[in-house]
């Protein structure tokens, strides 16, 4: 049985008719499409990207690289820190170190731990008030940096904070013979001035280059007080 067209109204039909009828209703094949490879986003992600929300719909990658063991995440050269010691306690130019890299490769973990040795030497001491340590090494070293700016010297705040914090490691070496003699006032004494000297001349070594030419003694003079600073934090003198 066949219909006319009715231009979209409806028709009745009565029940008799009804029941000759029959058929089936096809489904309509509809598609999702949540953002295609030829760059036609859809209207949700259209709308996100243009207010800016657009790193809601970011997806982040597995990376496949392998993890990075601890030290060299926190960026620590125990070999590098190893040199630059050796180079601080032996600052002769004749043993052949190569003595500039404590200057020109700063780094931090170095000369924390030995601030943080200096630190622990001076509680055995004597109980000093230990915490303005490390605040006299940044302090100190901040210092020291803007004189040498003001001076012409080409440094970095980093350098100087590097070689001042290095440069603490005689008067770690000389800690454990003032504990044995130090009963002995003259021998101390002497002991005391060694060991503020050797440090002094290998920060100013590092730090006081050509380009202060007469005017090096007034960034030395600063360097030779501020460790017999520290040295006072630790001996009391």
């Known amino acids: 049985m066949q219909f006319p067209s009715t231009n979209g109204d409806f028709t009745f039909v009565s029940s008799t ?20 490879d030829n760059g036609k986003d859809p209207y949700t992600t259209t709308f996100l990207r243009q207010r800016g929300y657009g790193w809601l719909l ?23 820190i190893y ?23 700063p780094d931090f973990w170095g000369p924390l731990a030995v601030v943080l040795l200096f630190s622990m030497i001076s509680i055995y001491g004597q109980f000093r008030v230990v915490s303005w340590i490390i605040t006299i090494w940044i302090f100190g070293s ?3 940096f803007l004189l040498a700016r003001v001076l012409g010297g080409e440094v970095s705040f980093g350098q100087v904070l590097g070689v001042i914090g290095y ?3 005689p008067l770690i070496v000389i800690a454990p013979p003032l504990l044995v003699i130090g009963g002995f006032e003259m021998v101390s ?23 202060f030419k007469t005017k090096k003694p007034l960034l030395i003079y600063p360097i030779f007080l501020l460790y017999i600073y520290f040295l006072s934090l630790y001996t009391g003198v």
């Open 142 to 144: 901040l210092t020291i």
């Open 17 to 36: 008719e009804a029941e000759e009828l029959s058929g089936t209703i096809s489904a309509p094949d509809v598609k999702l499409n949540l953002g295609s």
């Open 83 to 105: 040199y630059k010691i050796r180079c601080v306690l032996m600052p002769m130019p004749s043993l052949g170190f190569n003595r500039q890299v404590v200057r020109d490769n």
């Open 189 to 211: 004494t002497l002991i005391k001035l060694f060991g503020v000297f050797w440090a002094a001349y290998s920060a100013a070594s590092l730090l006081v280059g050509d380009e």
């Open 167 to 169: 440069s603490l490691l």
């Open 58 to 80: 970011e997806v982040e990658e597995d990376e496949s690289e392998e993890s990075k063991p601890l030290l060299e995440e926190l960026d620590i050269d125990l070999k590098d």
